[in-house]
Antibody, heavy 121, light 110 residues
């Protein structure tokens, strides 16, 4: 069925690295922009990054720019987030989401269940 | 950067109408999307393009957007509508547009 499944979360020390993955199924992954969105414990949603369908365009929230890298492998129907120089404030559930629509009209019509990243010594 | 402002909480009795606002500078010129998130679950899209409903979302959910305020309206509120609600737009003020979420509103059904 149509779904997104995140993996790769866990406990990491400040300054460490982690790579998240998101496996897509049930739809033509290469047709869609994809995004990572996170939610710190007890807090609201925060957009992290997006990548275009062909990987030509990426963008990042200022809070992660220079530390996180989004990528995708359309042959493997997979989205990734490489997170370096992790900080305590990066602790959150990270959601993978599909963006539907055109340009700045896009909305997130499909979400994964999320993977928890905890940054602590 | 573009800021979206939502009330932290809204309370409503069952069967009544709940209105959740999302304020932003000239938000009426943007396309606003709304998400519902229940505890321990991923967000679910309930309104897109200001007022369109995805399939499977009850007609009780509606949206509007004008001026500096977008509004999510839930008619005949049910206990199952209790959740956090987030508005979302794109900030296209730079060459590289980014996504903006409101801070979220907790809807309590009394």
């Amino acid at each position: 069925q149509v779904q997104l499944v995140e993996s790769g979360g866990g406990l990491v020390k400040p300054g460490g690295s982690l790579r998240l993955s998101c496996a897509a199924s049930g739809f033509t992954f290469s047709d869609y922009y994809m995004s990572w969105i996170r939610q710190a414990p007890g807090k609201g949603l925060e957009w992290v990054s997006y990548i275009s369908s062909s990987s030509s365009y990426t963008n990042y929230a200022d809070s992660v720019k220079g530390r996180f890298t989004i990528s995708r492998d359309n042959a493997k129907n997979s989205l990734y987030l490489q997170m370096n120089s992790l900080r305590a404030e990066d602790t959150a559930v990270y959601y993978c989401a599909r963006a539907y629509g055109d340009y700045v009209l896009r909305y997130f019509d499909l979400w994964g269940r999320g993977t928890l990243v905890t940054v602590s010594s | 950067s573009y800021v979206l402002t939502q009330p932290p909480s809204v309370s409503v009795a069952p069967g009544k109408t709940a209105r959740i606002t999302c304020g932003g500078n000239n938000i009426g010129s943007k396309s606003v999307h709304w998400y519902q998130q229940k505890p321990g679950q991923a967000p679910v899209l309930v309104i897109y393009y200001d007022s369109d409903r995805p399939s499977g979302i009850p007609e009780r959910f509606s949206g509007s957007n004008s001026g500096n305020t977008a509004t999510l309206t839930i008619s005949r509120v049910e206990a199952g509508d209790e959740a956090d609600y987030y508005c979302q737009v794109w900030d296209s003020s730079s060459d590289h547009p980014g996504v903006v979420f409101g801070g979220g509103t907790k809807l309590t059904v009394l």
